[in-house]
């Protein structure tokens, strides 16, 4: 168990659609990253937050959106939904006292139908 | 070309046998470097971590990495079938402040014949 946690586990939705995952970092970290993992692209970064500030973006479309709130969870926003959007969305957290060690959550998996 | 180049696999190799996957990688800036496992459809599990050239060493585990060639490997010893997953090499630059983004090899499917 790496301690950072992530809500819903599975989630099915239809194309058009808007869904909102959420992650709780490990105990102490301050930075929380978001991935994307796909079957023909790989895991692909797609931003990070650090005590409630966006520090870094990736490959995140403009349909997504992310927050990280005063108590360090995070929320995805996930809109206007497209089947190609189908992945498994991880969370990662790390934090000072850890290094540039990031552990990563179970993941969401988000199928578009 | 991608920044990371991964061997796809996939690999199979009988049990008790050493199991050798490797990364090439292009950009001269990445200082840190990671082996993730990953079982099916579960989060990647941190293996490894080094920021040096060298081999770091970790029970059955071999971290070795080659800045000069641009190449890192993974060495796993006395390879178990509980070894099976994918393995995903990850390098990170050392930004200043917070920014910590890694970029992942597209992995390397593993199974170990018992």
């Known amino acids: 168990d790496s301690g950072v946690t992530q809500t819903p586990k599975h989630l099915i939705t239809a194309t058009g659609q808007r869904v909102t995952l959420r992650c709780s970092p490990r105990?102490?970290?301050?930075?929380v990253y978001w991935y994307q993992q796909s079957l023909d692209q790989g895991l692909q970064f797609l931003i990070q937050y650090y005590n409630g500030e966006e520090r870094a973006k990736g490959n995140i479309l403009e349909r997504f959106s992310a927050q990280q709130f005063p108590d360090l969870h995070s929320e995805l926003n996930l809109s206007s939904l497209e089947l190609g959007d189908s992945a498994l969305y991880f969370c990662a957290s790390s934090g000072l006292q850890g290094g540039n060690t990031i552990y990563f959550g179970e993941g969401s998996w988000l199928t578009v139908v | 070309q991608k920044e990371v180049e991964q061997d796809p696999g996939p690999l199979s190799v009988p049990e008790g046998a050493i199991v050798s996957l490797n990364c090439t990688y292009s950009n001269s800036a990445f200082q840190y470097f990671m082996w993730y496992r990953q079982y099916s459809r579960k989060g990647p599990e941190l293996l490894m971590y080094t920021y040096s050239s060298g081999n770091k060493e970790d029970g059955r585990f071999t971290a070795q990495v080659d800045k000069s060639s641009k190449y890192i490997s993974l060495f796993i010893r006395d390879s178990q079938p509980s070894d099976s997953a994918t393995y995903l090499c990850?390098?990170?630059?050392?930004?200043?402040?917070?920014?910590?983004?890694?970029?992942f090899g597209s992995g390397t499917q593993l199974t170990v014949l018992p």
């Open positions: 105990s102490g970290d301050l930075s």
């Open positions: 990850a390098m990170g630059v050392s930004a200043s402040g917070s920014a910590r983004q890694l970029t």
